[in-house]
């Protein structure tokens, strides 16, 4: 059973950045799409960026070019490198697959946009 854990959020001002994290346990990491996720408060869950197993990479329109997803596959590691953060992306992210069965979640990780 593949096991996700996620990493890196904080608290950062608007403007700031992040770099997050999410280690894939198991040996088939590579053959996965992946994406991370992200639910704030009272929302649902929403797909933000992802990243083929061929390394094709989109982004919903809120983050697109301010997000950059990336993976290493020597690692089993996704990344989400998150530049000029706003309030509005303070969320729990999370990875996970896009395509096909999700795999169970982790327990994510907070980032926080605020002054």
């Known amino acids: 059973q593949v096991q996700l854990v996620e990493s890196g959020g904080g608290l950062v001002q608007p403007g700031g950045s992040l770099r997050l994290s999410c280690v894939a346990s198991g040996s088939r990491f590579s053959v996965y799409g992946m994406g991370w996720y992200r639910q704030a408060p009272g929302k649902q869950r929403e797909l933000v960026a992802r990243?083929?197993?061929?390394?094709?990479?989109d982004y919903a329109d809120s983050v697109k070019g301010r997000f950059t997803i990336s993976r290493d596959n020597a690692k089993n590691t996704l990344y989400l490198q998150m530049n000029n953060l706003k309030p509005d992306d303070t969320a729990v992210y999370y990875c996970?697959?896009?395509?096909?069965?999700?795999?169970?979640w982790g327990q994510g990780t907070q980032v926080t946009v605020s002054s």
């Open positions: 990243i083929s197993a061929g390394l094709s990479t």
């Open positions: 996970n697959v896009y395509v096909g069965q999700l795999l169970p």
